[in-house]
């Protein structure tokens, strides 16, 4: 059972999550929900598009105090649109985004629900092709299975990503540890604050041959 201090903590943490989603411009929707319970907030819904849905996610990511966030957003567009022609803007859009290389990733549709498949060298290529599909209308959601290769060994990715985290003013780094093994980050430790270990997982994802992270960090306002 709570304590009254969490259930204030929860109130408080719930207002200024409503508070940035509703400053964040990419968010027009009025029919979005916020609920916490000891710090993990949960979005309920509707959304006009997928790309307002993961906006909403981010603005409550990025609030001090949130441990995790459930998105459980529905999309709603007005009228459907094919498949197909969903499929075709994605390529369109990925054929004009200097960051997703060309002919190395393929594009499925069903039901407006996108997966991504194909192998990439930097995992910016990765996150670029899902940003293609995210915009498109009529997109409800996008599972990304592409992947990318390793080129480099476990201890040079290690210690690549160390030295980033050293240099980020974002992050602690001496509060974080970082293992590596055939392509996969290991990430554990506690920071303080989900912006902060999404900034760590980020610095993770840069570092050339990382396929996988692993994030074991825990957040400790």
């Known amino acids: 059972m709570q ?3 969490q259930i204030e903590a929860d109130n408080q943490l719930r207002t200024a999550v409503a508070m940035q989603i ?6 027009t929707s009025r029919d979005i929900s916020v609920a916490v319970h000891d710090g993990v907030v949960t979005l309920t819904g509707l959304a006009h598009n997928y ?3 993961m906006a909403a996610e981010r603005a409550a990511k990025a609030i001090y105090g949130v441990k995790a966030v459930a998105n459980d957003i529905e999309v709603t567009t007005i009228g459907s649109r094919p498949d197909l022609e969903i499929a075709r803007d994605i390529v369109h859009a990925m054929t004009i985004d200097v960051t997703v290389p060309e002919n190395k990733i393929k594009v499925g549709v069903k039901e407006g629900y996108v997966t991504l498949d194909g192998n990439v060298d930097w995992n910016f290529q990765r996150v670029g092709a899902a940003a293609c599909a ?13 992947t990318v290769k390793p080129s ?8 690549r990503i160390e030295n980033a985290l050293k240099r980020s003013a974002e992050v602690d780094s001496r509060r974080i540890s970082v293992s590596a093994t055939d392509g996969t980050v290991y990430l554990t430790g506690n920071v303080r604050s ?3 270990r999404e900034e760590a997982v980020r610095a993770a994802w840069a570092a050339p041959g990382v396929s996988n992270v692993v994030d074991h960090i825990a957040v400790v306002p």
């Open 194 to 196: 989900f912006f902060e």
């Open 152 to 159: 480099v060994s476990p201890t040079e990715v290690k210690t």
């Open 134 to 146: 995210n915009r498109i209308t009529g997109v409800r959601g996008v599972i990304n299975n592409i």
């Open 3 to 5: 304590t009254l201090a």
């Open 51 to 53: 790309h307002e849905k």
């Open 22 to 27: 509703d400053w964040e411009p990419e968010v």
